[in-house]
């Protein structure tokens, strides 16, 4: 019989991991930042919000994810290769649009696409088969429920909308297996409380005892916002550690952290950005993460029919060597 682990125990792989590698994947892969011949800025996988696209118009996007090179034992034997210990992937971002079946939704892989595959249960069984650690990033904010396509979203009812949020994460942790990690994000909408936060993590734990938790599920101050980095960083005190993103904090947090970065400008895949950090970059940003004793989570953004560009390929493949090799 499983046993939930205190703190301390349950982060103790997760120390011991250090680098792990995320994915963002989902509709927007297919534009790769291009919306009818115009290129979008800032990160590809909020292209629905800066490209100013009509919530109909972006579900046709649906219609064209098929992702037959989509072959999920190259993902995780690539992430093995690299180095990394665990993987985290996109299950549902800001547009709503969810990567596994879903019986609160039709916005899916499976009900929407003409591929129909369940991409959470293919990429979880790939990892279980090679014994890499499986994490699923969910976000609060969705424009597919609220009001209008907004970094602020409201939801016209919201206990409404927390009822399908907690729906969904039942679903996630009760139909994949062990889920090692749950990475949320979007904690910035107006309506969500840190008290919402604390009752997601309760039934996280009540699903999965063992699972560990970022500190986004509770609510954090408006200004750590991606557009406004902060100098220094502050957290909630909910889940079990902190994820700075694309910086190191200036004075270390004092719980467990973990820096997520993309090796160029996005974390979506965007057919436009070749401003790509050299190995040797991403190598010193590796080495100060680790000195400094946080994790890594370095960014992968495949292109929408499901191929890790070659760029992000060749920079993993050079940096596991001379991890390996030091």
Not at 61 to 75: D, H, V
Not at 246 to 258: D, I, K, N, V
Not at 285 to 304: D, Q, T
């Amino acid at each position: 019989m499983t046993t939930t682990m205190n703190s301390k125990h349950r982060m103790g792989w997760w120390r011991k991991a250090k680098y792990g590698m995320f994915i963002h994947w989902g509709l927007y892969s297919i534009a790769g930042g291009i919306w009818q011949g115009r290129r979008v800025p800032r990160y590809s996988e909020w292209l629905m919000y800066w490209g100013r696209i009509a919530r109909q118009e972006y579900a046709k996007l649906a219609k064209s994810f098929n992702p037959k090179k989509f072959i999920p034992s190259e993902w995780v034997g690539l992430a093995k290769k690299a180095g990394m210990k665990y993987i985290i992937i996109t299950a549902k971002h800001h547009d709503g649009f969810c990567v596994f079946y879903s019986k609160l939704t039709n916005f899916t892989v499976t009900q929407s696409t003409p591929y129909k595959v369940d991409i959470i249960k293919a990429l979880a069984s790939a990892c279980k088969k090679e014994n890499m650690r499986f994490g699923i990033y969910y976000s609060i904010l969705d424009w597919d429920k609220s009001t209008k396509v907004s970094m602020l979203a409201r939801y016209e009812n919201f206990q409404e909308y927390f009822s399908y949020l907690k729906g969904q994460i039942s679903e996630l942790l009760t139909n994949y297996g062990d889920v090692s990690i749950l990475f949320f994000d979007g904690d910035w909408i107006p309506q969500w409380t840190d008290a919402m936060g604390k009752e997601i993590e309760n039934l996280c734990r009540s699903l999965q005892p063992n699972i560990i938790i970022n500190n986004r599920v509770g609510k954090r101050p408006f200004w750590v916002l991606p557009r406004v980095p902060p100098i220094f960083f502050r957290s909630t005190r909910l889940g079990d550690y902190d994820t700075p993103e694309q910086m190191l904090p200036r004075f270390t947090p004092t719980r467990s952290w973990e820096v997520n970065m993309t090796m160029n400008g996005s974390f979506g895949y965007k057919s436009w950005d070749n401003n790509w950090k050299s190995v040797g970059e991403i190598e010193k940003y590796y080495r100060k993460v680790m000195a400094r004793k946080g994790n890594l989570l370095l960014n992968v953004g495949p292109m929408g029919s499901g191929e890790i560009p070659h760029q992000i390929i060749d920079r993993l493949l050079e940096l596991g060597q001379r991890i390996k090799n030091s």
